[in-house]
């Protein structure tokens, strides 16, 4: 397996194991505890960051930024701001973004599935 570091994948890796690169390469824009979750949230419409703060309920308020900035500068996630008084912040998916709400949703039924019963 390859290296990740702050600048991506190494370009042997890339070359020589495609297949393995693009699971490498998803794997990668969604690890983290909440991610998942903040796409999930996010499918249907934008919501600002008390919206998803609240809807994650256990999560800080540094963890949650740090998990927002990683999918903006994946560009996953889109951040507006503007300009009122005050600042009002939405948070939406980009069309890479919603790229992903398909592997999101089979994670859904799969979780349905085979997941714990009531």
Avoid: H
Wanted: with cysteine.
């Amino acid at each position: 397996m390859t290296r990740i570091c702050k600048d991506g994948f190494e370009r042997e890796f890339i070359r020589e194991e495609r297949e393995m690169y693009g699971i490498a390469y998803t794997q990668n824009i969604l690890s983290g505890r909440w991610k998942y979750l903040i796409l999930w949230f996010l499918k249907t419409k934008e919501r600002r960051y008390s919206e998803i703060k609240a809807f994650l309920g256990g999560i800080s308020q540094g963890s949650l930024t740090k998990q927002l900035r990683e999918l903006e500068a994946d560009d996953i996630i889109k951040r507006e701001v503007y300009p009122e008084v005050p600042p009002r912040v939405e948070y939406s998916l980009t069309s890479k973004g919603t790229s992903l709400v398909p592997i999101i949703d089979l994670m859904e039924e799969f979780g349905k599935k085979f997941g714990e019963k009531e």
